[in-house]
């Protein structure tokens, strides 16, 4: 006979949380380097990620506003606005092995760790759209600059702007791979084999390794266009010194022959 349901729910917002910072705010929580979660009174868990993501397992629409009004006045000037939801769902059925139904995730039993590996899983896919609408909008300011280039032949003056906009792609890849740990299995899975295998199926489900190998792709290749249109500017830049340079020597000469 099967068993209960557990629906995830996880929203990621726009800025980065320290977990350090607003430990104070959760005396009631349990903290790690990647994840600070507690027990709700109505018998839920809540996992908050540094990535931004607040993940609600088993609490009611009522139950999980007051868990995100409790975080906004925990971390002020969080973006209320462009955030990200996920939900999933997980059924225990003890009569089963782990597999994946119709994009329901089906387990012989679900425990804390299990739950901990599923709520990482919906909360690195959520932070992963937010960072897909960051780097489609770094391929439409990048067209729009190579564009110029190939129509004009030429790109801005001022290369402050894209030393800028180079920086921010370099942190988005940065973050990506340093923060979300994609490629990395948690600790528990090596502990559980039933785990693992519930961590494969989320993988795949999540289409974790293709999005992440493919953003990554995007934002080398964001990088890449950005700093040839730098040499392009820096080289207009050199090109513009050099004949300031021969015009003042000319301008010299003939001051020099008009003083004789």
Not at 109 to 137: H, K, N, P
Request: with cysteine; glycine share 6%.
């Amino acid at each position: 006979m099967a068993g209960p349901l557990h629906t995830f729910h996880a929203l990621a917002f726009v800025e980065n949380i320290s977990l350090k910072d607003l430990a104070p705010e959760y005396p009631d929580a349990n903290r790690t380097a990647h994840v600070l979660w507690f027990s709700t009174p109505g018998g839920g868990t809540v996992f908050i990620y540094p990535f931004g993501v607040l993940v609600c397992q088993d609490l009611t629409p009522a139950e999980r506003d007051a868990q995100v009004q409790r975080l906004h006045r925990a971390r002020p000037g969080l973006t209320k606005a462009h955030v990200i939801n996920e939900e999933f769902t997980v059924r225990e059925d003890p009569a089963t092995l782990p597999d994946m139904r119709g994009g329901v995730l089906i387990v012989d039993q679900f425990s804390f760790e299990r739950a901990g590996v599923v709520s990482l899983t919906v909360a690195q896919s959520a932070a992963m759209d937010y960072y897909d609408r960051i780097v489609d909008l770094m391929f439409v300011q990048t067209d729009k600059l190579v564009e110029q280039l190939e129509r004009r032949g030429t790109v801005p003056f001022f290369t402050r702007p894209l030393h800028r906009f180079i920086g921010q792609a370099i942190g988005s890849r940065n973050e990506v791979l340093s923060i979300l740990h994609l490629l990395d299995k948690p600790d528990a899975v090596w502990d559980d084999p039933g785990l693992d295998k519930i961590y494969q199926e989320l993988r795949s489900e999540f289409d974790l390794v293709d999005r992440y190998q493919a953003l990554e792709l995007k934002l080398r290749s964001v990088q890449e266009a950005l700093e040839l249109v730098l040499d392009v500017a820096r080289d207009r830049r050199l090109v513009l010194l050099e004949g300031s340079i021969v015009l003042l020597i000319v301008l010299e000469i003939v001051l020099t022959l008009l003083g004789h």
